[in-house]
Every structure is written in C-alpha cells, then in structure tokens.
C-alpha cells in the first residue's frame, strides 16, 4: 500500500493560508478548527511546514476576531453566535448561519496541539502576539467554566456536558501551561468532572466514539477508565464499515447509525497506546480494508447500507488511517509511543 498516496490526498484539502478544509464534498469546504487539528496530527511529531502553518492560520484567525474573545474573557456566550465560531470559510471568516458553535472541545484541541507542537520542535509560536492569544484562550475557558458548562461537542450536536470536551480542554490546558499562565485549578476541576462522569460520555450517552480522544491523542486517563472506553466502543459502537458514533445517531441514518470510517484506525492508534499490539495488527487490517487505492476515504457509509455519503475523501479519516498504517510501519516507534504499555496485562 503507497502511504504517500495520503500525503497527495491531505495535500488536495490544504488551503493557500495553510488550513485544511474538511473535505472537497459541496457541504464540507469549510475549515473547522477541529478538523485541521486532527489531519494535522500526521505531522506534528517532526518539525513540519504543513503542521506549523495550518497553526498559523488558525492563530491568525484568532487574531481576526480577538474582540469577540475579549469579551466572552469577561461574560458568558448567552447564544451560539457568540462563541469562538467552529467552522469558517476558506478565507477563515465567520458564516452567517446558524450553528452548533458551542465545542469547547476545539479550543482544547487547538491548545494541544500547540503545547505538544512546542515540545516536538515546531515554530508554532511566532512572538509574544500568538502567546497573548494562548493566554486569551486559557481565559476564555475559564470564563466558559468548561467543566460544568453544556457544550455541542465533537459533533455539533445536542447542548450537554461531554466528558470528551472536558478532556480536551484539561489535556490543552496542561499543554500550555509551561508557555503561559493557567490556574491549577483550572485543570483540577475539569480532572473531577471526569472522575464523576467517565466512562460515560454525557447524561445521555453511556459510550461515543469522542471518547477516543482521551486516550489518543490527549492520554490524560488511566488504564483501567481507557481499558473500559475502549471495550464499551468495540462492543456497542463497531461495525463493518468503521465505528457509528453512539447509538441512535440519526445522523445519515436509513434504518440503522452510520458507519465512520476513521472509527477503525482510531481504534487501532488507542490500542497502540494501551501497548496491545495484538489488537493494533487485527485493526490494521480492518483499517486496510476502508482504504481505497486512491485514499479516497469517505467520511461514513450511509447507515443500512454499503454506500459512502458524499464527503469523500475526508481529511480527518485520510489523515488518522496514514498515521496510524505509518507507525505501524515504524517499529521503533511503536515500541516507544505508548504511555500505558509499560502497565500491558
């Protein structure tokens, strides 16, 4: 298999200004926050012009709109409007239309992505501008109160408490915390809500694939709760064609949940993490399988059925299935990838 075929395909959805739209699909060329963190990941770990610019887009894109987060620094979004927008058009400015705007979980993200570029060497931070937006971020959050406030999450949805944008955020916040100021307390609150909410997702939802997030890329859980986020999404969220992302989803449902194919490598990048590496060969072939030769990877096949839905390829499933068939690839760097696999059972 040509893994560089998916540099070729990610490259196709990277933007002039360095950011990544979702997909070339009518629906999804729009640069969301989220996605340009995930098809950026391929690239973080050695200093790498597409992981610092599409940073840089992104820290521009702040800029363009600091007032807005000047003020939610100080107040409360009251409507969606008001929060640091998720997605925005190929130029990075705002859409006039409703949205699910409230996913803390994106600025968590971005703040990861940050503090973990640093460590890995790359020029993510340009000068004292882009670390007064890291701490107006970390403040913004503070104002937000994310450890107990109800957000959209990863999937732009019902308006609830997710443990796995509380994660993102306590993850984020501990990686920038060396470049900037952020209250302890900051993060031991978010580290209780998940005490008192994982395993579960949310009230409403005992697993969803967002839970991934927790253990890669963020690895802020221990063994034991990863062990049993991993088991209750194999058990209730798996399908042939990729993972659904909790049970009922409705979204692109004709019968029964639609099917993600980036739930697959996901997997396998979880279970490199918890040093299984038994389970990281069989998902290697179920990630194999989703691959096309072209790396046209869709963003899901239609539920009840065998058909791909439109947002083909999707960058966020193209980048995760590389990384993951890379490190495998990569021997000695799966050896010392793994946080949890000095504790394998």
């Known amino acids: 298999m040509n893994l560089e075929k998916a540099i070729e395909v990610l490259d196709q959805m990277r933007l002039p200004n360095g950011a990544y739209i979702a997909s070339p699909s009518k629906d999804y060329s729009y640069v969301w926050i989220r996605d340009v963190f995930y098809s950026t990941l391929p690239f973080l770990y050695t200093p790498s012009e597409r992981f610092e610019k599409a940073y840089h887009a992104i820290f521009d894109l702040f800029k363009r709109?600091?007032?807005?987060?000047?003020?939610?620094?100080?107040?409360?979004?009251?409507?969606?409007?008001?929060?640091?927008?998720?997605?925005?058009?190929?130029?990075?400015?705002?859409?006039?239309?409703?949205?699910?705007?409230?996913?803390?979980?994106?600025?968590?993200?971005?703040?990861?992505?940050?503090?973990?570029?640093?460590?890995?060497?790359?020029?993510?931070?340009?000068?004292?501008?882009?670390?007064?937006?890291?701490?107006?971020?970390?403040?913004?959050?503070?104002?937000?109160?994310?450890?107990?406030?109800?957000?959209?999450?990863?999937?732009?949805?019902?308006?609830?408490?997710?443990?796995?944008?509380?994660?993102?955020?306590?993850?984020?916040?501990?990686?920038?915390?060396?470049?900037?100021?952020?209250?302890?307390?900051?993060?031991?609150?978010?580290?209780?809500?998940?005490?008192?909410?994982?395993?579960?997702?949310?009230?409403?939802?005992?697993?969803?694939?967002?839970?991934?997030?927790?253990?890669?890329?963020?690895?802020?859980?221990?063994?034991?709760?990863?062990?049993?986020?991993?088991?209750?999404?194999?058990?209730?969220?798996?399908?042939?064609?990729?993972?659904?992302?909790?049970?009922?989803?409705?979204?692109?449902?004709e019968g029964s949940e639609a099917e993600w194919c980036f739930g697959f490598p996901w997997l396998g990048l979880c279970f490199m993490e918890l040093g299984m590496f038994h389970k990281v060969q069989e998902y290697r072939l179920k990630t194999e399988r989703i691959i096309s030769e072209n790396w046209e990877i869709p963003e899901l096949y239609i539920g009840g059925t065998n058909v791909p839905n439109g947002n083909t390829p999707l960058a966020w499933a193209v980048s995760l299935s590389y990384l993951f068939l890379k490190q495998i690839r990569n021997k000695d760097l799966i050896k010392n990838t793994s946080s949890y696999a000095a504790n394998e059972e």
């Open 65 to 253: 709109y600091e007032w807005k987060i000047d003020i939610h620094t100080k107040n409360k979004p009251k409507f969606l409007y008001e929060y640091i927008h998720s997605r925005y058009s190929m130029d990075l400015e705002e859409l006039n239309v409703e949205w699910g705007h409230a996913q803390n979980d994106a600025i968590g993200a971005f703040l990861w992505g940050v503090g973990e570029g640093v460590r890995h060497g790359q020029k993510v931070i340009r000068d004292k501008d882009d670390l007064r937006i890291i701490q107006k971020l970390v403040k913004y959050l503070e104002c937000l109160e994310y450890w107990q406030t109800e957000d959209n999450g990863m999937w732009e949805e019902n308006m609830e408490v997710h443990a796995s944008s509380v994660g993102a955020c306590v993850a984020g916040l501990n990686a920038v915390k060396m470049l900037v100021e952020v209250n302890p307390k900051l993060i031991s609150k978010g580290e209780e809500t998940l005490r008192l909410l994982l395993p579960r997702e949310s009230v409403t939802k005992d697993t969803d694939l967002a839970l991934l997030s927790l253990i890669f890329p963020y690895r802020i859980i221990d063994r034991p709760t990863a062990l049993m986020i991993i088991e209750n999404v194999v058990n209730d969220l798996e399908r042939s064609n990729g993972c659904i992302r909790y049970q009922h989803d409705q979204y692109y449902n």
